[in-house]
């Protein structure tokens, strides 16, 4: 049984005083044990994230990283560094990351092999633009993302990764991929992974992202291959991220 994980992925949002106020409220409102749950705050404050969840047991992740080791790389974090700064997580391959910052496959790759090195778990994501989805090629487009870092750090780097799927339509449009959509997908990636090892493809957890709210998350956690999720918008208003916490916490109690 996969232990179903929940992402938070702040992107470039917060102060020292809010995100205060959000861990205040939200440690009082969730009640998730039956699954991870994972915050990526901006940098600047993974430290005072860390700082605030040491006690509990919330998972911190950085929601990106250097592609080179350490050394002359201004303005660059590298993955050691945030596995000493307490990262147990960190996000690769975001949307915003490959179309704004250009990112390739080769750097997505480069640094999904420097993060296994320090201990630090890959979230790797993945997704179509509605072009691509308009023209059929949904799953080609998705499964080569995934292939291209497969094929550089090979399939037993693979193992114990994250993979998020989110449709680059969805992301803070308020357009969710419906569960059938998003579960489509997801056991296309799985029965991809089983190509390459049986082992990994039961394994690995497969989370959606997209315009995730609480009034939806039910429907989309249900699906028998969606493992859990990766909340932008809604993970930055404790109360609503708690409760999606906790709707995925209680839908993995009634499956076991
Ligand atoms: O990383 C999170 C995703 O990009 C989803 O963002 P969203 O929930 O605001 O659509």
Redesign the pocket.
Known sequence: MRRPIIIA?WKMNGSREKNTSFLEHFLTAVNAETCDIVICPPLPYLSQIQQSIEITAINLGSQNVCQYPEGAYTGETSATMLADLGCQYCLIG?SERRLIFNESDKSIADKFLLLKKNNITPVLCVGETLQQRENNETEQVVLSQIDSVIHSVGINNFIDSVIAY?PVW???TGLTATPEQAQSVHLAIRNHLKTHNSQTASGTRIVY????KPENAADLFSQPDIDGG?????SLKAESFAEICNVLSSNAEVMH
Do not use: Q, R
């Open positions: 992925n975001h989110e969805s992301i803070g992202g997209g315009s995730v990766l909340i932008g918008g809604a």
